[in-house]
């Protein structure tokens, strides 16, 4: 099944509701970062949350979410493209919890004290815009909805389900988003508002009968109309250019100091694990470059 995000509209026009199915993205970047169990369902949320949020974006937009916590993961950090790209990476892949009542323990493993903060890209010449908020209850579909009713008063329910098979490999994974835009009935959010109280289980109707059957389910009695589908995907933004600029920021002494003491410098991209290798000389040129930059 091709991972993808399906885009509707009540009748109205007062509520809107997305919903993606991207177990094929989350089996792919889950194996990058060789994540334990309980981290790739931490990380598959946290993609079927980056596919959302990037369906919201306008062309050129990019959006990025960081999930920092006192757990051992430590951080998770998803970022999202207009066009449907998604990538994702955490601190600690191999960090791991107990399930508590059956569940998977993704507070376990990402800590219940901690913030989320999301920055938008909004375009060329822009700039970034960014917001935080302390986690909520560290499921990351919770703490996302907060983040947009609080920071972007956007009343918003997200829903992130993800589930392995016996080999520990991601099966399904997907969720959804609702938002309460200026037109919306009172009638209609509460239907809607039923409708997920009752939902059974994300991943399960996922695996079934993908995006469609989640908004099926979700809409109800109400009528809606679909109003685009279209594919996600893994993509690295990693460059070598842009790894160039981030050894400029750390400025020449330390460049001069890589270059001393190892004669030569690998950084290693955290979402594709691709390794970019800098000799002697051009860590001298870089070098330099930062401290022609220092005297402008």
Known sequence: MTDRIVRSLSI???IRILACSVAGLAREVCALQQASPTVSIALGRGLAAGALMGALLKPEQR???KFEGNGP????IIEADFDGAVRGSVGEPAADAAPVDGRWNVPGVLGRAGFLTVSKDIGVGSVPYSGMVQLRDSEIGGDLAYYLTDSEQIPSAVG???A?????VISACGGFLVQALPKALESEIDGVMESIAGLAPISGIIADGGPEALLANL???LGYATLESRDVFFRCGCFREKVERALLS?????????RSSENRAEVRCEFCGKTYAFSADELCQLA???VAQDKL
């Open 160 to 162: 992130l389900g993800a």
């Open 164 to 168: 392995l098979d016996e080999n520990g």
């Open 288 to 290: 330099a470059s930062a």
């Open 250 to 258: 750390v400025g020449p002494s330390l460049l001069e100091e890589m």
């Open 63 to 65: 959006v990025a979410m």
């Open 219 to 221: 809409w109800g009695g």
């Open 73 to 76: 993961m430590r951080k998770m």
């Open 12 to 14: 109205s026009g007062g």
